[in-house]
């Protein structure tokens, strides 16, 4: 049997998927988040004229002829501190001494900073003239009640929080994020906990790469476990996590071999198949099923070809989930600073270091290989029937 091409498999995944719609998060939880809605201020920033500096709140008009030879002098009729509230308006030929951020006083249309005056008490000499509104913040000046502070689609980032928050507004609107729970499987496989490692066993690393993986991608709400290699426990422990998340993504036993449970646990479950096999190495004998339309994605138990088919194939699928274009890995061409000796008649993915338009591969490309994976941050993407690659060849990453 062959596969299908990866673009089409793709294609069949996110075709029938459709966003999950709107959550609402708290303000400081929304960090990164995709906005679902226009959030508009709900007042002026700032709320009320004020002082930019130290300084004395006065009438420019009064100290048109200020000058450190010929101070003005001006009575100082309160203190006005930030967050207080000025008590009296402002008359011809009177001052307010008023610190940074506090209200400005009616009346009143400059603020001249204290090192231009005696800072004296009651009468304050003024050494220098002013322009009207020079230092002054005007009510509204950074936004206005009522304009569209971020629009729907605005990804949050540390600013956007700190705007959404110097608005008052508590809680947004964002595109939801899918659960999304991993399931190893296979008898071979055990978890760190055991100790010593049993002979003919190993230790499983798929769940834990996985679920880091979805951690990276800012996939919050996240959970797995692992089942061995009898399909009845397989289809029973998918039932329960597809009852409590969005995606199921699974691992091992999808090839052809006697263990290759999952060809009987996906009929168990009650699970509609939709494609298995990609014309891709690795991870060839991926399969992607549904069950009530909940996507389960199901690769190989190799762990590079889980990883590889995880950013090829469930990264479109957590997209498509959640409305998020950046959960899609980025393409770039890049030219190669290493030769790779095999040549490639199936599509391949290998794993590659990526900076700056220059991609250098490590040693170890067997999809069982897992050191090598270490540090790399891209996929090169070589088209069927690629032949040996000599350094200074021109190919296409996948970043991660
Ligand atoms: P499978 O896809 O079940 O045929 O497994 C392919 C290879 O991946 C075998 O060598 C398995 O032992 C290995 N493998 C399967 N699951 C895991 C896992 N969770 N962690 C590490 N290796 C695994
Ligand atoms: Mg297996």
Request: aromatic share 4%; glycine share 10%; charged share 20%.
């Amino acid at each position: 049997m062959t596969g299908i091409e990866l673009e089409q498999a793709a294609a069949l995944i996110t075709g029938a998927l459709a966003p999950l719609g709107t959550q609402t998060l708290p303000v400081p939880d929304a960090l990164g988040y995709t906005l679902d809605a226009d959030v508009t201020a709900p007042l002026d920033q700032p709320p009320f004229d004020r002082s930019p500096l130290d300084g004395y709140a006065l009438r420019a008009a009064d100290i048109a002829s200020a000058s450190r030879e010929r101070p003005v002098r001006l009575r100082v009729v309160e203190t006005v501190y930030a967050g207080g509230v000025p008590l009296l308006p402002l008359t011809a030929g009177a001052a307010a001494r008023i610190m940074t951020g506090a209200m400005l006083p009616a009346g009143c249309d400059c603020v001249l900073r204290q090192e231009d005056t005696d800072q004296g008490d009651p009468v304050v000499s003024i050494y220098k003239p002013l322009r009207p509104y020079e230092n002054y913040v005007n009510l509204g000046e950074d936004y206005r009640s009522g304009t569209v502070l971020l629009p729907a689609g605005t990804r949050l980032d540390a600013a956007a929080v700190g705007l959404l928050s110097s608005a008052g507004v508590c809680q947004v609107p964002v595109r939801r994020r899918p659960r999304v729970f991993v399931l190893s499987t296979g008898d071979e496989v055990v978890y760190p906990h055991v100790h010593p490692l049993p002979p003919g066993k190993i230790y499983g690393s798929n769940l834990n790469l996985l679920l880091a993986r979805l951690s990276e991608l800012g996939i919050p709400e996240t959970g797995g476990e692992h089942a061995g290699d009898d399909p009845q426990a397989v289809a029973e422990a998918m039932e329960r996590l597809l009852g409590c998340c969005d995606a199921l993504i699974t691992t091992g036993g999808v090839s052809v071999g006697d263990k290759d449970i999952f060809h009987q646990a996906l009929p168990l479950l009650g699970a509609e198949t939709v494609f298995w096999r990609l014309n891709v190495k690795p991870g060839t004998p991926a399969l992607y099923s549904t069950r009530r339309g909940k996507p389960i994605l199901s690769l190989s138990g190799n762990p590079f070809a889980a990883a590889a088919t995880f950013e090829l194939l469930a990264r479109p699928m957590l997209c498509a989930l959640s409305g998020e274009e950046r959960l899609l890995p980025q393409r770039r061409s890049a030219r190669l600073d290493t030769a790779f000796s095999k040549a490639s008649p199936c599509r391949r993915f290998l794993r590659g270091r990526w900076q700056d338009g220059r991609v250098s591969l490590p040693e170890g490309h067997s999809s069982g290989q897992l050191a090598s994976l270490v540090g790399c941050n891209c996929l090169v993407d070589l088209p069927a029937g690629t032949g040996p690659l000599e350094p200074g060849r021109l190919v296409e990453v996948l970043l991660l």
